[in-house]
């Protein structure tokens, strides 16, 4: 008979030991701080397989974390649910876990130095004054390396098999090949950014204040790398620019020369995602910015150790200014006067063209962006995206296409414009615009057939009868 198992999974982060000892432990004298340790291995013994976290307890005992966060009633006098120290989990569920994000890149680094560690010939060099470099390298070639930067006040730039490495100060870094580091013990990561958006919208704005004194007239640059999509940047409020990846080449890498203030600097980057890719594990991925930082002549400084701020989606996705409603809360201006921004909510009306066929939009003038119609959102857009061949991503190529019922065919052009042609069927008259081989071309195509189409382009009416102008094509037919 088959056994029908159930696995359930639990999955706990961690687990606290809710005792706030420290607050009271000074009236235990001398019996107190066995006390805490007695707590800290009682823990860790359950082997539960989770890190442990002591509150109110900053000198918990090793591997025992200092943190935690209190829920529902168990809170004592005044004092509300709050957060607070670096517990992985907030009171709203969210996580934030600077320490558990550490942790696990630096895990992730050092399992993928796991071969050289275990099996490798271990070598120390030195690499400067307070700096040493601990190489492991095994009998199968592979290779890894631990950067050390033992100077606690300033960084470094370090020589290491001809290539320089950057070490902030007090730090390590780690190269699981011997070459490009996966892991800096210093270096902050900038929050994820499906985490943050939970896919709501496309759209993260990432806003750091950067304070900047200059030594000389430098020449600066801006260099962000991102994994995900686009990425506008905007400095004291100015566009710096832009840049995006491919399908094939996701991760995306903008390098603009800036020019900064003395003092307080407000750096704005966009970041924009366009969909998840076509992936198991998606949990797994990390979109977003990953490492932001101003190159100067000297030296580099990097952003990612400061303090960011971030704001989901764009406002006019907050206000629904693509509704009617929330097209109101705000002033519309006409077009031209934004015809250099980068970026720009545009508004029309249009009357649906007669007929019950369907219609499509030619967005060819656009960028990229998002369209509603009526509220409704018919989707995302991006004409300008290159393929291969340097053509639009998104292409219209429009036919007119007539047909007669079975048993019959097109017997009569009666009228055919292509240009500006006006009026209701059968009431059509040539407009302002018209191409005089119109007739011509449709009568060669479609005389005698039951279905014929006809392409809707310059080169198939012979040239342009009224170039800048947009124009259309119209035919009236009788089948017999
Ligand atoms: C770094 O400096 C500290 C304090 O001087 C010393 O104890 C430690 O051994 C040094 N570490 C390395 C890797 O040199
Ligand atoms: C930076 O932003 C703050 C807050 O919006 C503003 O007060 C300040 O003037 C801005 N600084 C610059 C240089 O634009
Ligand atoms: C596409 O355009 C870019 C930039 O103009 C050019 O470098 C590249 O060679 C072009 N590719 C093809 C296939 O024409
Ligand atoms: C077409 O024009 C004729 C003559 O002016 C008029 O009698 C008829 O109602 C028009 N048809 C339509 C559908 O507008
Ligand atoms: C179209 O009409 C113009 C003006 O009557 C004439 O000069 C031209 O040759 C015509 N072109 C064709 C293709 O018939």
Not at 181 to 208: E, M
Request: glycine share 8%.
């Amino acid at each position: 008979m088959p056994i029908n198992c159930l696995l359930i999974c639990l999955c706990i982060t961690y687990m606290q030991i809710e005792n706030e000892y420290q607050l009271v432990e000074g009236g235990f004298h001398e019996k107190g701080p066995p006390y805490v340790i007695w707590a800290a291995s009682m823990a860790v013994g359950l082997r539960t397989g989770v890190p442990w976290m002591m509150c109110k307890q900053d000198d918990a005992p090793d591997p025992v974390y200092h943190g935690g966060t209190n829920l529902g009633r168990s809170t004592s006098s005044y004092v509300t649910t709050s957060y607070y120290d670096e517990a992985p989990l907030d009171e709203y569920g969210l996580k934030r876990h600077p320490k558990w994000d550490h942790l696990r890149d630096l895990h992730a680094a050092v399992k993928q130095s796991s071969q050289p560690l275990l099996w490798g010939k271990h070598t120390k060099i030195s690499l400067g004054l307070f700096q040493q470099a601990y190489i492991f390298q095994a009998n199968s070639g592979s290779c890894a390396a631990f950067l050390v930067n033992n100077d606690t006040t300033s960084k470094v730039t370090v020589q290491f098999r001809n290539v320089a490495y950057d070490l902030p100060q007090k730090s390590i870094s780690i190269l699981p090949d011997c070459k490009n580091v996966v892991f800096n013990s210093a270096t902050k990561r900038l929050l994820d950014q499906l985490t943050i958006t939970k896919d709501t919208t496309d759209y993260l704005w990432y806003t750091v204040s950067y304070d900047y004194t200059s030594s000389d007239d430098q020449q600066l640059l801006l260099q962000v790398n991102s994994q995900a999509h686009v990425i506008h940047a905007f400095v004291n409020d100015a566009f710096i620019g832009t840049e995006h990846g491919s399908h094939d080449s996701p991760g995306v890498v903008l390098e603009k020369p800036i020019s900064l203030l003395n003092g307080k600097n407000n750096i704005s980057l966009l970041s924009v995602m366009v969909g998840s890719p076509d992936a198991a594990y998606l949990e797994h991925r990390i979109f977003g910015l990953q490492r932001v930082r101003i190159q100067g002549k000297m030296d580099v400084q990097d952003l990612n150790n400061q303090l960011w701020g971030y704001q989901v989606g764009l406002q006019g996705e907050q206000l629904e200014i693509y509704t009617e409603k929330g097209a109101q809360s705000v002033e519309w201006r006409t077009f031209d006067k934004f015809a250099q921004k980068p970026m720009v909510w545009y508004k029309t009306t249009f009357d649906a063209p007669p007929g019950r066929d369907a219609v499509a939009l030619n967005l060819q003038s656009m960028g990229k962006g998002e369209i509603w119609i009526n509220g409704e959102s018919i989707g995302r857009y991006w004409v300008s995206f290159l393929t291969l061949q340097n053509q639009s991503s998104q292409t219209l190529r429009p036919k007119v296409q007539l047909y007669c019922h079975q048993g019959k065919r097109i017997s009569v052009i009666d009228f055919a414009s292509y240009g500006s042609p006006t009026g209701d069927c059968p009431n059509y008259s040539v407009g302002s615009c018209h191409s005089n081989s119109s007739k011509t071309v449709v009568e060669e195509v479609c005389l005698g057939k039951r279905r014929c189409s006809i392409s809707v382009s310059v080169s198939r009416f012979g040239g342009d009868p009224c170039p800048g102008t947009s124009k259309s094509l119209l035919v009236a037919a009788s089948c017999s």
